[in-house]
């Protein structure tokens, strides 16, 4: 264990007009409009173990719940005009935290460096509280215990919505266990953006942001999952920054509380459910549930006042070319 209090955050903003500060202004207006308000442009339900994609407009809201009960998400975001510009996990964890929280934003790659998308309202923070109440853990308030970025953490150390997993994947499957298996989240995501109109290809896919997912490190740092609390009124909701082109694969694990690897060490263990004796892919699979997608946009007549201020986010003004001498023409003759 540690024995002494870590440095500071070490990309904590360091002046007013930082851009690490969360745009908690115009996320608190847009988490407050009226149903009245808002236009659905898109509403899908993304059945079990499947993967699909979807536009989003700048400006709009997009929201995932979980109508039937718990059930994580792999989630991958682009620009919508240009796919090179993608969801960075890494700089996103680094900028802000582990975790995803109400106001974060989701940074793009390099030479971007801009918010795609940000955490306009998180329905999942109760669910947690609960899930902890229910093993005897939480503070008297009724509020949990909570970290400085106002995440609920588990008895284990876990949060919502993690950002230090990637999505699972038929690869790392077949060198775990020897299995081939078709529906891990990279391929539900790959399908889902390589079909019209989208037409990207699988190396488009990229490293996710696990919504509704509980996860965190254990004292040796190695990375742990539970089970998601989440329940049919949850939900989370995102403001686009950007146009985009927005992707999520319902994970085979389900709501993880029976995660295991199918073909693996112990796949074959099998264990009694009601009046049932399952393997570890059957338990599985019977917590696999749909994840719901609403798309609003803001009604027109109110959308200069509730997005004043706001403009989609330049990308980075660094303007120089890593210290390289880039020729602009044809060489000089070489003198005789
Ligand atoms: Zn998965």
Redesign the pocket.
């Known amino acids: 264990m540690p024995e002494q209090d870590p440095p500071p955050p070490a990309y904590f903003p360091t002046t007013s007009t930082s851009p690490l500060h969360p745009p908690h202004a115009l996320y608190s207006r847009l988490a407050s409009l009226p149903p009245s308000s808002l236009t659905q442009t898109l509403s899908l339900t993304i059945p079990p173990r499947s993967g699909r994609a979807f536009h989003v407009a700048a400006g709009s809201l997009f929201r995932f719940s979980t109508p039937e009960g718990a059930q994580?998400g792999?989630l991958n975001v682009w620009n919508q005009h240009n796919p090179r510009e993608r969801f960075w996990a890494t700089r996103t964890r680094q900028l802000q935290g582990s975790h995803l929280v109400e106001g974060d934003r989701l940074w793009s790659c390099l030479p971007y460096m801009r918010p795609l998308c940000g955490v306009v309202e998180d329905g999942c923070q109760a669910d947690l509280v609960k899930a902890g109440r229910e093993k005897g853990q939480g503070a008297a308030s009724g509020e949990g215990p909570r970290d400085e970025r106002g995440s609920v953490v588990s008895k284990a150390g876990g949060r919502m919505h993690d950002l230090l997993g990637t999505?699972?994947?038929p690869y790392v499957s077949t060198v775990l266990t020897g299995t081939q298996y078709d529906y891990?989240?990279?391929s539900?995501l790959t399908r889902a953006v390589t079909q019209a109109p989208f037409h990207l290809s699988e190396s488009d896919v990229h490293d996710v942001v696990?919504i509704f997912q509980v996860t965190g490190l254990d004292a040796s740092g190695r990375y742990f999952m539970e089970a998601s609390p989440c329940t049919p009124s949850s939900y989370i909701t995102f403001f686009a920054e950007q146009d985009l082109l927005v992707a999520l694969?319902t994970?085979?694990?389900g709501d993880l509380s029976a995660w295991g690897w199918a073909a693996g060490e112990g796949a074959v263990e099998q264990k009694t459910v009601g009046d049932e004796v399952l393997d570890v892919d059957e338990r599985m699979k019977r917590t696999c549930r749909p994840i719901k997608v609403d798309v609003w946009e803001v009604n027109e007549s109110e959308r200069e006042e509730v997005l004043r201020g706001w403009t989609t986010p330049e990308g980075s003004a660094y303007k120089g070319a890593h210290g390289m001498g880039i020729p602009r023409g044809e060489t000089p003759k070489i003198q005789a």
Do not use: K, L, Q, T
Request: hydrophobic share 5%; charged share 20%; glycine share 8%.
């Open positions: 994580v792999d999505r699972c994947d891990h989240c990279h539900n696990n694969s994970c085979p694990g």
